[in-house]
């Protein structure tokens, strides 16, 4: 490799390096610091980077690089803390081992272990998903501190602008400041609670990344990954590890299994029937079984298990035809049964056509309301159309379905639906 | 809750090999992140071997100070616990006491009770 090259290739490295280690350390730097010092916490972290990115531009990256990193945002860290630099004051825990030179130091090493990191990341992510703050906020704030990325690459994954998101970050780091969320575990009595609100948001964060047909897909498969690699951590922790989690991690390993067989070269969807299960990735589905095992160790049922139980049907299906699609129309059932979702009623009425005949698909989906202006209602309908031999019923839904969408990989699926109604 | 002193004296530290010593700042860490945890020390700090004394009404700066080694005060501590038995029961987990050291407990007195 010449001189440039090389340099690329460490560029890039540390740029990965930079997006995984920021979010430890910022979660590390605020468990210590205290959330009204997240600001400042977050300015080690980007001085250590640059620093970093100083030295290492110039010769080799050392052999451990985070461990470099830590020192670096640790000693900083240390003189701030010592020149009492900090700008809000410290109030918690920790304070009286901050203040003395007995137990500074050995405070800060024991911060940045393995297993307090975990607990670090933890803690943010409860005061991430705490109840008082939106969904919306929720998922900012994770993809900020936990996940290291930009508000511009933030405002690239969800089509907003960078400022857009920065004022969102900012507002909520108010809220969480002004209600004074601490970055704790919640009592037991509300963990349970707790832990649903985060693994709510991790799986809206995930489907962002998954549903999306963004022009930009790296970011999108950037999102799953994060959410994937923050519900992993969350097995990783004895508190909440718990069935809900592991079956929501299957999901996840399912879904993304099949990520490379759902576009075409040219960026078009390529629907499940059509898919080549020869290329769904096999390593995840296995994953996907071993995650859905260990959910079953508890007595009760999650949505999550019934969506993860439906989604290993589908991944451990040979072909589309010898899908067990009565067993799946089963945990529809039950999955209807609790969410009384118009989406699941719409997903479950294809089931339904698939065990039951098409003709009473359609039925189920002519009576559904409040799914009018709903694309994959109307397209789902239309191809149910299509295959009763009803074209012009089907053209119509088709037709109905384009005024819906604002995705043109989602456009190009419906007019070649449509195409073959003429 | 009642506050008192430690007073770290003495302790031969420098009699031990470098591992050993090691291992004895180690335990001190331990002791005292222990503490810290438990919410119990709420102060204090290690005191370097060298320093200044100033003296009475003149105010004459000499080196010092100059005590035998074993009488050498290397830190002091602050601890907030029930009673005085409580802080010498808690006491006696010290490190200090391992390497021959002393450790001297005081109220911390309370101003108007004089």
């Known amino acids: ?422 | 809750m009642e506050k008192f002193l430690y007073l770290f004296r003495g302790g031969n530290n420098s009699e031990l090999s470098p591992d050993a010593l090691q291992a004895h700042l180690q335990k001190w860490q331990e002791w005292m992140m222990k503490l810290g945890k438990a919410g119990i020390f709420v102060g204090g700090e290690p005191l370097a071997r060298t320093g200044k004394q100033v003296n009475g009404t003149k105010k004459v700066v000499t080196d010092g100070p100059f005590v035998e080694a074993k009488e050498m005060i290397g830190g002091y501590m602050l601890v907030q616990v029930k009673n005085m038995d409580e802080a010498i029961e808690i006491s006696k987990g010290c490190p200090i006491l391992e390497v021959d050291g002393k450790l001297e407990i005081r109220p911390i007195q309370k101003m108007g009770e004089m």
Request: proline share 3%.
């Open chain 1, 1 to 422: 490799m010449d001189q440039h090259s090389e340099n690329k290739e460490t560029a890039k490295a540390i740029d990965h390096l930079f997006r995984q280690e920021a979010g430890k350390m910022v979660a590390v730097l605020t468990r210590i610091l205290g959330f009204p010092n997240i600001e400042q916490a977050e300015d080690i972290v980007q001085d250590t980077i640059l620093k970093a990115l100083e030295i290492w531009k110039y010769g080799k990256m050392p052999e451990h690089p985070e461990a470099w990193l830590y020192r670096t945002a640790k000693n900083q860290a240390i003189d701030l803390i010592r020149r009492k630099k900090i700008r809000h004051r410290i109030e918690n825990d920790l304070t009286y081992l901050l203040k003395s030179e007995y137990t500074l130091v050995p405070t800060i090493e024991d911060m940045f272990g393995e297993n307090s990191i975990k607990d670090s990341q933890l803690r943010m992510m409860f005061a991430c998903c705490h109840p008082s703050i939106t969904q919306e906020q929720q998922i900012t704030l994770i993809l900020k501190t936990l996940c290291g990325l930009s508000p511009k690459e933030i405002g690239n994954a969800f089509l907003s602008n960078e400022e857009t998101i920065r004022k969102r970050i900012y507002r909520t780091r108010e809220k969480i400041a002004e209600e004074r969320i601490p970055l704790e575990f919640p009592s037991e009595g509300l963990l349970g609670e707790r832990l649903e609100s985060i693994l709510r948001t991790l799986y809206l964060l995930f489907n962002e990344g998954y549903n999306s047909s963004h022009p930009e897909r790296l970011i999108r498969e950037d999102l799953c990954e994060e959410a994937m690699r923050l519900t992993i951590l969350l097995t990783e922790q004895q508190q909440t590890s718990l069935p809900q989690t592991y079956a929501l991690l299957a999901l996840m390993c399912y879904q993304t299994s099949r990520f490379n067989t759902r576009l075409d070269d040219k960026g078009l969807i390529i629907l499940l029937q059509d898919q080549d299960r020869g290329r769904w990735n096999q390593f995840l589905i296995s994953k996907g079984n071993e995650y859905l095992q260990l959910s079953t160790s508890g007595p009760a049922i999650h949505d999550f298990h019934l969506e993860a139980g439906i989604a290993s049907m589908h991944a451990n299906a040979g072909s589309y035809e010898n899908t067990d699609w009565k067993l799946i129309l089963g945990l529809y059932d039950e999955l209807f049964l609790r969410t009384q979702s118009p989406v699941v009623a719409l997903n479950r009425a294809l089931v339904i056509g698939e065990v039951e005949g098409y003709e009473k698909a359609i039925r189920q989906l002519e009576a559904m309301k409040g799914l009018e202006e709903n694309c994959y209602y109307h397209s789902s309908l239309g191809e149910m159309y299509r295959k009763t031999g009803e074209k012009e019923k089907a053209k119509k839904h088709f037709g109905s379905a384009l005024c819906f969408t604002s995705s043109n990989a989602e456009t190009e699926l419906i007019r070649r639906k449509l195409q073959d109604c003429l």
